[in-house]
T-cell receptor, first 114, second 114 residues
Framework: AQSVTQLGSHVSVSEGALVLLRCNYS??????LFWYVQYPNQGLQLLLK??????LVKGINGFEAEFKKSETSFHLTKPSAHMSDAAEYFC????????????FGTGTRLLVSP | DTGVSQDPRHKITKRGQNVTFRCDPI?????LYWYRQTLGQGPEFLTY????????KSRLLSDRFSAERPKGSFSTLEIQRTEQGDSAMYLC????????????FGPGTRLTVL
């Protein structure tokens, strides 16, 4: 079985500060990992994905994440927060073979203050 | 490139009524997924189609729920005899079978059962 834990339901940063959103996963097989962003009353937009190639993955809007197998982590970072980054962020895991469903964490709401 | 579209975006219904939602995937995508998202939670998998075949169903999908994907194109999700607990955002995603099988989400249909 697979699962995702996102530490911190809310993270607050100032504009220009580092963003760090934490994600730890559990998987019995090598995983694929994803970060999605959701703005109010909208669907999910893919930020980035890890599919067993490079462990440091760059995504859209200046976000990146590093896959660390030893720590079973896939934390999302951005060097400098913008007001437009305020949204809900979801980490998700999927098996790299077989059954195709995404298993999501409970999400982290990012608040950005001026 | 047209993304995943869903119709309607919002649906308000009375308890006991039937509702049907439609999802149009990205045109070349052969896989289609339905998820449900309740307030403050991450999306939860409901069901998955490969072409017209429904290959997986979550135990969350009670007998009152049915999904179809005729001819492997658009999909419909029907809920019969709606209950207040069915109030949620219903998300559709599609993907192209391949190495990473990345799922792209539509804007969702928000269902409110009074």
């Amino acid at each position: 079985a697979q699962s995702v834990t996102q530490l911190g339901s809310h993270v607050s940063v100032s504009e220009g500060a580092l963003v760090l959103l934490r994600c730890n996963y559990s998987s019995s097989v090598p995983p694929y990992l994803f970060w999605y962003v959701q703005y109010p009353n909208q669907g999910l937009q893919l930020l980035l994905k890890y599919t067993s190639a490079a462990t440091l993955v760059k995504g859209i809007n200046g976000f990146e994440a590093e896959f660390k197998k030893s720590e079973t982590s896939f934390h999302l970072t951005k060097p400098s927060a913008h007001m437009s980054d305020a949204a809900e962020y979801f980490c998700a895991v999927k098996r790299n073979t077989g059954f195709q469903k995404l298993v999501f964490g409970t999400g982290t709401r990012l608040l950005v203050s001026p | 490139d047209t993304g995943v579209s869903q119709d309607p975006r919002h649906k308000i219904t009375k308890r006991g009524q039937n509702v049907t939602f439609r999802c149009d995937p990205i045109s070349e995508h052969n896989r289609l997924y339905w998820y449900r998202q309740t307030l403050g939670q991450g999306p939860e998998f409901l069901t998955y189609f490969q072409n017209e075949a429904q290959l997986e169903k979550s135990r969350l999908l009670s007998d009152r729920f049915s999904a179809e994907r005729p001819k492997g194109s658009f999909s419909t999700l029907e809920i019969q005899r709606t209950e207040q607990g069915d109030s949620a955002m219903y998300l559709c995603a599609s993907s192209l079978e391949g190495i990473s099988d990345t799922q792209y989400f539509g804007p969702g249909t928000r269902l409110t059962v009074l």
